[in-house]
């Protein structure tokens, strides 16, 4: 999306390194074909965090296509480090998508990070204010001119006056299954909703693919709640299925700045958040916050709002609203 917005103005060249064995839930190969960009895609290595073997690939290919830039994320920098100590002629980018002081999950790995940026003069793009007020703490050295604020920047296209087929009460969640995105505090909320409030009529759909959809459909049939969730996979049409809810929920332990709470904006729905590090950033007056965990919470808000259309239709205003904040043309920008 960047560089096809880019390219309006100036012909650009990619070249998208993958650095891990092909996801065949998330394959990036062939996706590509845009007006005015090149796209050349190369898999670097057929196993995980192969970092010889990485660098010395890495540093042929730079060494043969001489880029402008080199733009790396989380821990793809390590697979630079040959191509950075034999070849600055171009700059260097690395996107900082979540809390740095949580990075990595390894405080010495952080600071080799630390070291690293310095001694290269990397550029630091933070997707949020708050993980810039992270990164500009954990990466103090570095200085300050350095680091920089760019909103991921997202752009939905809706479809004209959706007309819902059904009066059922929808609630969407968007993410991989797995621990971070915590989707089981998101059934133990709708174990509350339907069988300690008996309202049948509220349902949530789950799409994502990942590691616990085993378990998270074994707790569905425990709590008897198969006609109320459903774990509905990978979609391609996943804003026609955003405009056709209500609200979309996030439970999540912690997150970056997740691009499917922007899309949710576009697609003018109310937001339920947990209470990550950008989560403020994302909510003002179009939703609530809610703590971790607080499974009642979530599912009095919930109630409450089905019940009161006007609040609902006011919310979904201000996420339109708010969701021009983080255009993509901004992002371009």
Do not use: W
């Amino acid at each position: 999306d960047l560089c096809v917005g880019l390219s309006e103005k100036v012909d650009y060249e990619v070249t998208l390194l993958l650095t891990d064995p092909d996801d065949p839930q998330n394959s990036l190969r062939n996706m590509y074909d845009k007006k005015n960009v090149h796209f050349n895609i190369i898999q670097v290595s057929d196993k995980k965090h192969d970092v010889l073997k990485n660098n010395f690939r890495i540093y042929k290919i730079i060494q043969e296509i001489q880029p402008n830039f080199v733009h790396t994320h989380q821990i793809t920098l390590i697979y630079c480090l040959l191509s950075f100590l034999l070849g600055n002629d171009f700059i260097k980018f690395h996107t900082v998508h979540n809390d740095s002081h949580k990075e990595f999950g390894s405080k010495i790995f952080r600071q080799f990070y630390h070291f690293l940026f310095i001694i290269f003069r990397i550029n630091l793009i933070s997707i949020s204010q708050y993980i810039m007020k992270t990164s500009t703490e954990e990466y103090r050295l570095l200085p300050r001119r350095y680091h920089s604020l760019i909103y991921n920047g997202r752009t939905t296209s809706l479809k004209e006056n959706t007309v819902r087929d059904d009066n059922k009460f929808k609630i969407i969640m968007v993410g991989r299954l797995t621990d971070v995105k915590n989707h089981n505090a998101a059934i133990e909320m709708m174990n509350i909703i339907c069988n300690d409030k008996y309202m049948k009529n509220i349902y949530l759909e789950i799409y994502g693919e990942g590691p616990l959809k085993n378990e998270l459909d074994k707790k569905i049939i425990e709590l008897e709640l198969s006609d109320n969730v459903f774990l509905k996979g990978i979609t391609s049409e996943i804003t026609e299925k955003m405009q056709n809810s209500d609200i979309f929920l996030m439970t999540s332990r912690h997150e970056g700045f997740p691009l499917s709470a922007i899309e949710a904006m576009t697609a003018k729905l109310p937001m339920i958040l947990s209470n990550f590090g950008s989560a403020k950033e994302l909510i003002e007056n179009n939703g609530f916050i809610v703590e971790v965990d607080d499974y009642n919470k979530y599912a009095e808000i919930i109630i409450r709002l089905e019940s009161d259309k006007k609040t609902l239709k006011t919310l979904s205003k201000n996420s339109a609203d708010l969701s021009e904040r983080f255009a993509l043309n901004k992002m371009i920008d």
